[in-house]
């Protein structure tokens, strides 16, 4: 889906570790482990975003440039996933700033992916999540991740819960898959739209 190589600019620990804006941003949130690496590989077109079976091994900002077919790059930040259990309270203290100060504070943001698990439909995280970057007027795309494992007659009642949880209207949220491969070119389509129509913050 890219036309020139996807590159992975920089880990960032720190908001001041953060390169000098140049592109708009994206920025991926979601519980652990619900597929934010394997979107963002998807539309990347190859594994640039590391993934684990284990919750919480994203514990920075990760920046990949991504090349879309059609318009200008689009730079891709992974955000450490929310509902860190069992990590230590250190440990989450320090990303918690991380994460709202990048949301909050970083110029080139044009919108944020709130990936969520189809199979759950919505938690209780994604509705705070959705709910906080409404407050904020941060634009934002739904994504259903997973959607392989859930059979598609079963899937209507859970966006639903998904619509209602997060205020986006239920035909906008993008059922995607990273093993068949569903919803991908659709959720780079939405991401490129998202660039396009948020005005610099």
């Known amino acids: 889906m890219s036309v020139s190589?996807?590159?992975e600019l920089r880990s960032c620990a720190a908001l001041a570790d953060l390169p000098k804006p140049f592109h708009g941003e994206i920025a991926f949130a979601g519980r652990s482990n619900v597929g934010k690496s394997s979107l963002i590989n998807a539309l990347l077109g190859r594994r640039l975003a590391p993934i684990s079976r284990t919750p919480g091994k994203t514990r920075t900002l990760r920046l990949?440039?991504?090349s879309p077919e059609k318009g200008a790059p689009i730079c891709l930040v992974d955000l450490p996933g929310y509902g860190w259990a069992r990590l230590p309270d250190r440990v989450r203290e320090r990303w918690h700033p991380l994460v709202e100060?990048?949301?909050?504070?970083?110029p080139t943001l044009r919108g944020v992916v709130v990936v969520a698990d189809l199979r759950r439909?919505?938690?209780e995280m994604d509705h705070a999540m959705a709910g906080w970057l409404r407050e904020r007027d941060i634009p934002a795309v739904v994504i259903a991740s997973k959607a392989d494992k859930v059979p598609r007659g079963q899937r209507a009642a859970l966006l639903q819960a998904l619509a209602d949880g997060t205020g986006v209207p239920r035909d906008d949220i993008i059922q995607f898959s990273a093993i068949t491969g569903e919803g991908a070119k659709a959720a780079?389509?939405?991401?490129?739209e998202?660039?396009?129509?948020?005005?610099?913050r």
């Open 5 to 7: 190589e996807p590159i």
């Open 64 to 66: 990949y440039l991504w």
């Open 101 to 106: 100060g990048y949301l909050s504070q970083r």
């Open 121 to 123: 439909g919505c938690t």
């Open 188 to 192: 780079g389509k939405a991401l490129q």
């Open 194 to 200: 998202l660039a396009r129509a948020a005005s610099p």
